[in-house]
């Protein structure tokens, strides 16, 4: 007889990148499974109690952006001037509402400001003080700029600016290193780190969302594709929600969440092979490195990226919680 199709169903990533077994310790293995397998739980329990597929990514970002292992939230990459600089957009399948925000500096869940545009606003994106200043007006919780600093990110960006030749900035005022050993275990992957979630509620009804502190040293008032829907983020009920991971200026030259969106739209194709044709031929043919993962209305689920690994985690009515973290796991 033929499966029948799980009536809610969520994947969550975690960014991706250079992740190999090589580079990971097996205390940040642990962590990283625990991480990921933690936040799908969570996404896992909204959607048993009917919440909504946009409540459920809401609520499984939230826990990645607290946590201090992922460049998102409190684990923020750090720009080239020593700031945290934060993105985030959701988006509603059922109805194409979306909503983002880019450069947040004070907002501790960015992902909640995004929804907040979404549900107050007449607007799709935000950026800057403006966006903080419209999360403080939705009563969205704020925090001193230094609550996102962790030691790991600086290094990381000490490292990257003599590199590449630049001045290394002053430390944050009222920077210290986090005590937690947690903080400790972060693996820093590259340019790839971004958290994610794709999820199907029992209504039939699909939502994307992600959240990221963007490239380590960026520039300018960098941005990338995160928050900028069809690229980083997409959903909709005629096709699946998306949510990206990697190089976010190839990203937003392929379009690449809205991309596999039109494949299953528009030429029928299943969702794992729309994913594989976006990131396995299109962006990689551009030299591009990252990954996605999707989940389509009938349930179908998906993920493909070529770097060499991706935290990621999905779970689906009566079928069991899968984590992974590299390549030449299922």
């Not at 450069?103 to 966006?131: D, K, N, Q, Y």
């Amino acid at each position: 007889m033929p499966k029948t199709p799980p009536k809610w169903a969520l994947i969550v990533h975690g960014g991706a990148g250079e992740i190999t077994r090589d580079d990971l310790r097996r205390e940040q293995d642990e962590a990283y499974r625990e991480a990921m397998g933690a936040a799908a739980l969570a996404g896992a329990e909204v959607l048993r109690a009917g919440g909504s597929a946009l409540d459920t990514a809401e609520a499984a970002i939230r826990l990645l952006e607290d946590d201090p292992l992922f460049n998102a939230g409190r684990g923020a990459a750090f720009t080239a001037e020593g700031r945290n600089e934060l993105d985030a957009s959701i988006m509603d399948g059922a109805t194409l509402r979306a909503g983002a925000v880019a450069g947040v500096t004070t907002t501790r869940h960015p992902i909640s400001a995004a929804r907040a545009v979404i549900e107050s606003s007449a607007h799709v994106m935000l950026g800057g003080e403006g966006a903080d200043a419209f999360a403080r007006s939705q009563g969205l919780e704020q925090v001193d700029p230094a609550y996102f600093f962790t030691e790991r990110r600086w290094q990381a960006l000490e490292h990257g600016l003599s590199r590449l030749g630049l001045p290394i900035p002053s430390r944050p005022v009222g920077a210290a290193p986090d005590p937690s050993p947690r903080a400790a275990l972060v693996h820093e992957e590259g340019k790839h780190g971004t958290v994610g979630v794709a999820a199907l509620d029992v209504y039939g009804d699909v939502a994307a969302g992600t959240s990221t502190g963007g490239a380590s040293a960026k520039r300018w008032g960098r941005v990338g594709d995160s928050p900028i829907i069809g690229a980083g983020t997409y959903a909709s009920n005629r096709a699946a929600a998306v949510s990206c991971t990697g190089a976010g200026e190839y990203f937003i030259r392929l379009g690449v969440a809205h991309e596999i969106c039109a494949l299953v739209q528009h030429r029928g194709m299943s969702l794992q092979a729309a994913c594989d044709q976006v990131i396995q031929h299109d962006l990689t043919a551009l030299r591009g490195e990252g990954g996605v993962i999707a989940v389509a209305p009938d349930g179908q689920m998906a993920w493909s990226f070529n770097t060499p690994g991706m935290y990621r985690a999905r779970i689906a009515e009566g079928e069991p919680l899968v984590v992974g973290l590299y390549r030449d796991e299922t």
